[in-house]
């Protein structure tokens, strides 16, 4: 039996029954969200009605959506801890949808009347930023096909422009575009890529499109937290003992959960404080100490780990001299991070060496390590610039980039091993060819640098190619303790 409406046990079931209309449209169908902002809305919807159903849209791939189909749009969250595994049903998908199968579709619901949200998780690598400036890449072919638009869009930034272009021109209500990724003031630069594409489209539909930006269009901040690894089949074998039933894409994740979020929605918003989501006008604190903090140190564990043998963060924090490496790498980050008043620091440190070491959810070092070239944009350049100025040299920043281009694009003859080797990123190609162009490990980190892999200000430092290099050259010839060791010692100034 496969999990259904009928199946689905009503202790597991995270919000009553009953019709739900469709009031968001989701771009990134992939386990974030289905861990996250459905579980939210879940709890939205057991404590009021509302037209929150949510139009899940999967970008390529038909895996979750076929799936979804077959289990009536019903999957598990496994809240995953050492302590033991709960199953909960979410159930607030109304549709799921693969872009690229269905095109117009997209567009058509971004652009229905009854869409109040648009929300996304497409990762940084699905925003097209330009790899010099911080705004959409209005070279890269695929916006330009956008720009076009002789066909349905293919970005995300394609989809929500021509959505809204469609919104513009036969109601012009009111929408809110959430997005819901690791970016550092994620609706800000969400609103500035949608408006460089309106920018650039002919005069009367750029006036047009701007215009109703202006007028009907809220892109608020928000700060999305909780580990969610990729299904595996012992999750699948987990949900079957739990709910008794097949789930063919049960969704693990850690038991934290959190979501800061600003509150400027232009046509209503589920209740999704009966999740536990805090409303703040002031996001950025919550944004800026989760993405260095979490994710920029998450990046140094899973470079560490994979280069010292270790498939997963928790193996790859359970080595001393990697928790003592993430341990200084909060250090380096403390000074770029206000503290929100409500958060208490220590305990924040303390909870996310306990949320990296769970054993039961093991995380892949693959996972948080691939697409470190955009990733690591976020997380790295500011707070390493802002140590720059005030005279101190952030090593530990500098190790996870060393640690970043040995996984990524090893030396002739160093071998990172099998899960680096495992690690996706847009960049593998492009510097590999570097790598070789340049010859010498220094060269290599300049050019490195230079080309703009982590902006323009970073790379008015040379001072940090260089110790990134350093680093690089103790980790190629020594391994990586010997790195994390160079690194805490004082180095080059
Ligand atoms: C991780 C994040 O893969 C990564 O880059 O750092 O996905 C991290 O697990 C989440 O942001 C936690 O909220």
Redesign the pocket.
Known sequence: MTLSAATTAPGALLHRRGPLATGIVHLGLGN?HRAHQAVYTAAALAAQDGPWGILGVASRSATVVDALHRQELRYAVLEVSPEGTRARVPAVHTGAIVAAHDPGAVVAAIGAATTSIVTMTVT?HGYVFSPRTSGLDLDAPAVRADLRGDGAPGTTIGQIARGLQRRARSHGAPVTVLSCD?LAANGDQTARLVREFAAALPGPEATELLGYLARAVTFPNSM?????PATTDADRATARRLLGVTDAVPVPAEPFT?WVLQDRFAAGRPGWEHGGALFTDDVEPYELL?LRL??GT??LI?YLGALAGAATIPEAVGNPFVADAAQRAIEDYLPSVEVPADVDLDAYVAQLFTRWANTALG?GTH?????GSV?LRQRVPEPAVLALAAGRMPHQLALTVAAYLCCVAPPAGFDPGPHAAAMNDPARERLAALRTRTGSTAAFAAAVLDGGLLGTELAEHPEFAARVAELAEVLTRSGPRAAVEAAATVGSR
Do not use: T, W
């Open positions: 974030f940084e690791n999305v937290d909780r580990i969610v959190m989760k979490l994710n998450h990046s899973a995380h996972q948080v390590g691939s697409d990733k």
